[in-house]
T-cell receptor, first 115, second 117 residues
């Protein structure tokens, strides 16, 4: 079956532009996570959805970052007025449930480069 | 807050040999989950192995096994009979206790494994 997909795979944005990154989770997965992975680092948690509800957005670095999952399936991470420090790979993961016993399945990521 | 430390930024191993990747973590909890993830250059993160802290037996998945030392808060990954396809970044990760609700994962900084033919 299909895994988690993300688009675009690569995005180059000029400083100050807005970007939107899409995540298609595995069908039927209730939980969806966004992570930011800077070069040479491990993924850092950004936000979590259970169905359409955003239950935790404590990892979003600033109010320029906004995520949504309006129908409890596809999710979009939006970054407004991009800055150079936003350059990173953005990973999406989904799982059947947010409970610890369920594995998270990761997408291939979107590499964002802000010039 | 939980922390996960991987002190080996890079490791190398000869093909068919065995290598051990180190990981330590900090938590005040008694029950939790630990993971090793593999991230090849294509960047799709794949779960390699999982350990539940309440289980004393070390997890094993084919050529991959862990040495879980709960008291020392150590969780190393051993790869036996290394293959070229094992070359990747390996991340150690921690997830809090299964006390209900969601639980976010904390990752280490990763170890880049090179496999030498």
């Amino acid at each position: 079956g299909a895994g988690v997909s993300q688009s675009p795979r690569y995005k180059v944005a000029k400083r100050g532009q807005d970007v939107a990154l899409r995540c298609d989770p595995i069908s039927g997965h209730v939980s969806l996570f966004w992570y930011q992975q800077a070069l040479g680092q491990g993924p850092e948690f950004l936000t979590y959805f259970q169905n359409e509800a955003q239950l935790d957005k404590s990892g979003l670095p600033s109010d320029r970052f906004f995520a949504e999952r309006p129908e409890g399936s596809v999710s979009t991470l939006k970054i407004q007025r991009t800055q150079q420090e936003d350059s990173a790979v953005y990973l999406c993961a989904s799982s059947l449930s947010g409970l610890s016993s369920y594995e998270q399945y990761f997408g291939p990521g979107t590499r964002l480069t802000v010039t | 807050a939980q922390t996960v430390t991987q002190s080996q930024p890079e490791m190398s191993v000869q093909e068919a040999e065995t290598v051990t990747l180190s990981c330590t973590y900090d938590t005040s909890e008694s029950d939790y989950y630990l993971f090793w993830y593999k991230q090849p250059p294509s960047r799709q993160m794949i779960l390699v192995i999982r350990q539940e802290a309440y289980k004393q037996q070390n997890a094993t998945e084919n050529r991959f096994s862990v040495n879980f030392q709960k008291a020392a808060k150590s969780f190393s990954l051993k790869i036996s009979d290394s293959q070229l396809g094992d070359a990747a970044m390996y991340f150690c990760a921690y997830r809090p206790p299964p006390s209900g609700g969601y639980q976010k994962v904390t990752f280490g900084t990763g170890t880049k494994l090179q496999v030498i033919p």
